[in-house]
Structures are given as C-alpha cells and as structure tokens.
T-cell receptor, first 111, second 116 residues
Framework: QKEVEQNSGPLSVPEGAIASLNCTYS??????FFWYRQYSGKSPELIMS????GDKEDGRFTAQLNKASQYVSLLIRDSQPSDSATYLC???????????FGQGTTLQVKP | GAGVSQSPSNKVTEKGKDVELRCDPI?????LYWYRQSLGQGLEFLIY????????KSGLPSDRFSAERTGGSVSTLTIQRTQQEDSAVYLC??????????????FGSGTRLTVV
C-alpha cells in the first residue's frame, strides 16, 4: 500500500462547478497535510495546508481533513479553466519537514 | 537569490556516464530537498538536508546516487553509471524550518535528465 494515494483521474468538471479531489494516507500518526498544484511542465506550488480535523477555507479552496478515516480532500468552488492542473496531496508522516507526495490527480475544467 | 536555481535545465547523457545536478537554494533557507518525478508520476523523495544535521538519505534508490551540500548552501546530486530508468525530472526545493510556511517548499524549475 502506497503511503499517499490519489486517483490519477482525469477529473473533468464544467466551468463554475465544484471540483472535489481526494487523498488517503497510510500513516495514522501523520499530523501535517498539504495540497500542491502543478501546471504541465512547471514545478509544484503550495496552495493549502491543514493540520486539524475539519475544514479550512482559503478563497475558492477548502481543504478537509478526517484523521480517523485517514483522508484529506480539496474542494475547488467555481472552477475555472485556469484551475486545470495536476493536484498533488502531500503528507509529513514524521513531522520532520520531509513530505511524501501522492501521484496526483489531473483536473480538467471545461469552458 | 530570489528563487531556487537548478542547473542544467536539461541534460542528455549516455547510459553508463556520471552526471551532476546542481541546486542553489533560496538564501537563508536551512532545509533543502531533492525529489524526482518520472513522466506522469508523483514526486519521489530522494534526500533531505536540514542545517548541519546528517542528511536523510532514505529515499536514494541505489548506491549510484549521492548528494552533498557544501557550506549549508549549494547542493549537488550525483548519479554514477546512469541507467535509462534514471530518466526523470529532478526537482530541488528549499524551505526555512520554523517559519509558518515551512512546508511551503519553493521548488526550482528542475533538471530534465534523459539517459540514452
């Protein structure tokens, strides 16, 4: 079992819809969780971090964490074509600052 | 510098040759990471330097891979006797431990390595 798992997609949503991206992790003691966005041919950039159970909102983005079920999700409201990218889930299982990344989910937002 | 600088941006090498990849982190960042990304895959952790501590080498895939960080700044990743499966984009990132955005790694633009 991989440490961090994501559905590779592609996930296709129409412009204006809510995109829901999911991630599960195997290390129950993990405390820190992150979502990175990677445009094709570019390097990843951090968009959200979450450390506590529940929801965290930042603009059109909401991260959701459920430690009991070992999953973290990212919701993108009012999806735009510019949101089309690969979204990488990352976990710091040992709180050392070393991130373990999932394979990424490709999101396509169609105009 | 203003960002993480990696060189070369592209490298094509023959199987069996050695290659060196360079990373110049953001000035003052104490943490430096190397990852690699194969086509259509996520980021695979390779090695992590934090200040003067011994590096975490747990992700290096074989003894052909090594890395060093001189003076707490520039890092070099060396791959000896390259194989075709080493072809990937090698990404370097840095961050400043203790800062709120510690996990907001700043990635360099990567080195695309092709072994032919």
């Amino acid at each position: 079992q991989k440490e961090v798992e994501q559905n590779s997609g592609p996930l296709s949503v129409p412009e204006g819809a809510i995109a829901s991206l999911n991630c599960t992790y195997s290390d129950r003691v993990s405390q820190s969780f992150f979502w990175y966005r990677q445009y094709s041919g570019k390097s990843p950039e951090l968009i959200m971090s979450i450390y506590s159970n529940g929801d965290k909102e930042d603009g059109r983005f909401t991260a959701q964490l459920n430690k009991a079920s070992q999953y973290v999700s990212l919701l993108i409201r009012d999806s735009q074509p510019s949101d089309s990218a690969t979204y990488l889930c990352a976990v710091d299982p040992s709180n050392t600052g070393k991130l373990i990344f999932g394979q990424g989910t490709t999101l396509q937002v169609k105009p | 510098g203003a960002g993480v600088s990696q060189s070369p941006s592209n490298k094509v090498t023959e199987k069996g040759k050695d290659v060196e990849l360079r990373c110049d982190p953001i000035s003052g960042h104490t943490a430096l990471y190397w990852y690699r990304q194969s086509l259509g895959q996520g980021l695979e952790f390779l090695i992590y330097f934090q200040g003067n501590s011994a590096p975490d080498k747990s992700g290096l895939p074989s003894d052909r891979f090594s890395a060093e960080r001189t003076g707490g700044s520039v890092s070099t990743l060396t791959i000896q006797r390259t194989q075709q499966e080493d072809s990937a984009v090698y990404l370097c990132a840095s961050s400043q431990r203790g800062q709120p955005d510690y996990h907001g790694y700043t990635f360099g633009s990567g080195t695309r390595l092709t072994v032919v």
